[in-house]
């Protein structure tokens, strides 16, 4: 049995994560296995209920958790509260309190999307990569911040500790995929970049068999869009991992098809990249496929479970490639479906898959 913290937020995170855990629980079923799931308000609607975006009781929730599952979190309504109370506070205080130093953000094409995509067919073609982004260091968090009516600043720092744990989960990561690693900085004109390239040459020296390169995050940007098939782990901290893997996420064709992890030592949380859209919040029309994807990132990584994962990736890829999209997706000749229908699609191939995969008959 495995007990997951769900926290739906704001906007299409409650569509969406809905849509997620319902995916779950059949999967789960269908490997007999027991989800547990507690439910929990975070961010926008848990500050008008309670007046903080995180309580006591959510946070709990999460450290009783096996597995966090979180929707989005934000709207225009909260947008001019003070920073800590901000719907975004709720996020950056869960992953430094539990300690989720490590967020994967993978950037595969799908085939059936491609023309969906504002690049070339042919520069896109095979495109997989990942950005691992350090998550609980970096500018986010460093100290002294603050801003008056003269002055706004902020501190980027990263401590040696928590580069090398990164990068070796980047050299790791490299190890089963094509064994390359490019380390994105701003060595150039930044200490802290010249201190975590460094550290990253330091940490390669055990890991021999992956190739390492650098790059400047100005030119990573640029050669993501212009030929994303070079990459295969992209390592790089907090704030340049929140810039590359929303480009890398555009590069697909919609930011509503990109999952990701966000792993420490002891817990960990998934995610969808986009956020809570509180333009089409409520409409039944978001793309639940970011979020299914965590799910299949889920079983894959916090539950060991490979072959519930793969087979969830493919079900999404079947509803795909028989024309099923919504509307962010959608193209002429395909049928345009909502949230719960594109969901069902998904479940039913799901389950297809399962049974032709001839997994009926066991019990895993
Ligand atoms: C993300 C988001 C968050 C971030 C915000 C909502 C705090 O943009 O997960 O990429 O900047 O990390
Ligand atoms: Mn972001």
């Not at 569509?15 to 308000?41: P, R």
């Not at 799910?295 to 028989?322: C, D, G, H, P, R």
Request: aromatic share 10%; proline share 3%.
């Amino acid at each position: 049995m495995y007990k997951i913290a769900f926290l739906p937020g704001d906007g299409i995170g409650i569509e969406v994560g809905n849509s997620a855990i319902k995916v779950a629980k059949v999967v789960a079923e269908h490997f007999n296995t027991e989800l547990l799931i507690t439910e929990k308000l975070i961010g926008g609607c848990s500050y008008d209920e309670f007046g903080t975006p995180l309580t006591d009781e959510t946070l709990q929730a999460c450290y009783d958790s096996d597995a966090v599952f979180f929707g989005a979190v934000g709207g225009t309504k909260w947008e001019t509260l003070p920073h800590h109370l901000k719907p975004e506070a709720a996020l950056l205080k869960l992953r430094k309190a539990l300690g989720l130093f490590a967020n994967i953000r993978p950037a595969k094409i799908y085939k059936p999307l491609i023309d969906s995509s504002s690049l070339k067919e042919e520069i896109l073609e095979d495109v997989d990569f990942i950005v691992l982004r350090e998550l609980t260091g970096g500018i986010y968090f460093g100290e002294p911040r603050g801003y008056d009516d003269e002055k706004g600043f902020n501190t980027m720092i990263y401590k040696k500790e928590e580069v090398k744990r990164i990068a070796k989960v980047a050299f790791q990561l490299a190890l089963e995929r094509n064994k390359k690693v490019v380390s994105v900085d701003k060595a150039n004109v930044l200490e802290v970049s010249q201190f975590w390239r460094n550290v990253v040459i330091n940490v390669h020296k055990n890991f021999e068999d992956v190739k390492l390169t650098h790059m400047y995050v100005d030119n990573a940007a640029m050669q993501i869009v212009r030929n994303p098939k070079q990459f295969d782990v992209v390592l790089t901290s907090n704030l340049f991992g929140d810039i590359l893997s929303d480009i890398a996420g555009m590069i697909t064709g919609s930011l509503g098809m990109l999952p990701s992890a966000s792993l420490g030592t002891k817990y960990s949380l998934y995610e969808p990249v986009h956020g809570s859209a509180p333009d089409i919040a409520g409409k039944n029309i978001a793309n639940p496929l970011a979020s299914i994807s965590s799910v299949a990132m889920m079983f894959n990584y916090s539950f060991q479970m490979k072959k519930a994962s793969e087979l969830i990736e493919t079900a999404i890829n079947k509803t795909l490639s028989e024309g099923y999209r919504t509307k962010d997706i959608f193209s002429d000749g395909c049928k345009l479906v909502s949230t719960t229908e594109m969901t069902e699609i998904v479940i039913k191939k799901f389950k297809e898959v399962f049974h032709e995969q001839g997994l009926g008959v066991f019990t895993l």
